[in-house]
């Protein structure tokens, strides 16, 4: 075995002087030093860094992120359409109602025959192909109550999507819905969902079907 290089003074339980007391205690202090007041250098570089870093991150999302709106978002441009100052191209608005008809897909499938017992088709619908002005309604306010949709009852509710689309957008995604799956209806302009928008502007809740079948 090897020796321990630490000296020990030997010491009884009630015959240790003041001084074998006083060199025991320095030993121990040089083996395992007491703690000290006040702050370590390195955990306050550390707390500086981290505070560095999210005031560099609060301005960079302030600027970069467009405030957080959804409606910074523009589907209309595509990756490169920008490159050089070049003006977007004009593309077709089906082609863009499409891919903002992802937001419906829930409910309404890919297939645009919804789930049965649950949310009503838009393949052949009465509602979807009907008065403009009802289903731009629909989109904009939502919809609550028991609707008939090809002789088949649902009673579910569609939320408000007026607060998050554009009228281009919901424009585009309507001119989507009433001319696929073998709809026939026709396109949905901007300006006729401006005009609605506007029409219905105090409107805070979902319409009931009943109070659309009123709408010419």
């Excluded at 949310?119 to 731009?136: F, H, K, N, T, V």
């Amino acid at each position: 075995m090897s020796a321990d290089p630490s000296p020990r003074l030997p010491l009884e339980q009630a015959g240790a002087s003041d001084e074998q007391l006083q060199k025991v205690h320095a030993i121990l202090l040089r083996e395992k030093p007491e703690p000290t007041e006040g702050y370590s250098p390195l955990p306050l570089l550390l707390l500086g860094l981290m505070s560095a870093l999210i005031l560099f991150s609060a301005i960079y999302l302030g600027r970069y992120s467009g405030g957080f709106d959804p409606l910074v978002y523009d589907e209309r441009i595509l990756p490169g359409m920008l490159e050089n100052g070049a003006a977007p191209a004009v593309q077709d608005p089906k082609v863009i109602g499409k891919r903002v008809f992802a937001n419906c897909i829930a409910c309404h499938q890919t297939t645009g025959l919804g789930l049965p017992g649950a949310y009503p088709p838009l393949a052949g619908s009465e509602w979807a192909q009907g008065p403009e002005d009802r289903i731009i309604r629909i989109v904009l306010n939502g919809l609550s109550g028991p609707i008939t949709v090809k002789s088949t009852s649902f009673n579910s509710s569609m939320p408000a999507f007026g607060p998050q689309l554009r009228d281009e957008q919901i424009a585009d995604v309507l001119t989507y819905v009433r001319s696929e799956w073998g709809n026939t209806a026709p396109a949905v302009s901007p300006d006729k969902v401006k005009e609605i928008r506007a029409a219905v502007a105090t409107r805070t809740g979902p319409w009931a079907p009943d109070e659309l079948l009123k709408i010419p």
